[in-house]
């Protein structure tokens, strides 16, 4: 599922046709990928879910760290499905107990993802999901956070790779599974 693998599986085709292209949100020039539009499909939905979970469910995954706010639609219903526990890593101030941040640049933007101190533990093996991965800053602000607390980052998660902003190379050498190019 890294490359572009429409051939290898009918079931990306399927999600691929189901994501909806916004031109010029939130920004002009950013060609907006719009996942909603594969929740709405209950077989996309579950045919996204399902190829992350055959993948990992005989990777040792003790945690599915989630980033916020998409990550959070994808990474519950695979943590739960190959036993893992789920750990959100959310945007400043929203997480109540005792936290550590790292703070990204995005395509559009600034921002900061915190995670509380606690929820993964070192020698803990963690997944990271989220919708997508455009420049790569937020994966890499993940990763951070969570190798910083002796966690093992096996391999990052998304439905949708951007490959002309080569995010792949800010992920510190670890490996990027992705469903869907949009070129
Ligand atoms: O690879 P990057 O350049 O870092 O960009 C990717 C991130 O941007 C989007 O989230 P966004 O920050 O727009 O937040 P949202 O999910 O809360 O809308 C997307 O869901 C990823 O998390
Ligand atoms: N083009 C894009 N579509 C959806 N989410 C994004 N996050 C960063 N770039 C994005």
Known sequence: ?????????PRIHGIKTKIRVVPDFPKKGIMFQDI???????????DTIDLFVERYRDKN???VAGIEARGFLF????ALAIGAKFVPLRKPKKLPGETIFEEYELEYGND?????????EAGDRALVVDDLIATGGT???????????GAEVVECAC??????????QRLKGKPLCMLVEYR
């Open 159 to 168: 439905v949708i790779e951007l490959p002309e902003l080569q995010g792949r």
């Open 112 to 120: 900061r993802l915190e995670m509380h101190i606690g929820a993964v």
């Open 61 to 63: 995954i003790s945690v």
């Open 36 to 46: 909603t539009t594969v929740l709405l499909d209950p077989k996309a939905f579950k």
């Open 1 to 9: 599922m890294s490359g572009n693998k429409e051939e290898e599986d």
């Open 75 to 78: 990474g519950p219903p695979i």
């Open 139 to 149: 994966l890499c602000a993940a990763i951070n956070l969570l190798e910083r607390v």
